[in-house]
């Protein structure tokens, strides 16, 4: 049996380096979108245990050969 998983974006928490992350090609997004994207990572539940996530930034970006929208 052969599983097949696309990794099709790249997502981020980060507050001060919008710049540098820019320039990677990744495009700000909501901290709501990236939660909901994977509810089971660590920094997302850290960040809604300790009231945090809504203070965050989050940043997203297609992986190359990616149709993701």
Known sequence: MRICV???RCWLFSRRSGGFWQKLGFE???TSA???ALPHAH???LF???GQLD???AWRRPLPGSFAA
């Open 34 to 36: 990236l939660a909901t």
């Open 28 to 30: 700000r997004t909501t």
């Open 48 to 50: 809604r245990c300790t």
């Open 6 to 8: 696309s990794i099709v």
């Open 43 to 45: 920094q997302v539940r």
């Open 55 to 57: 203070r965050e930034i």
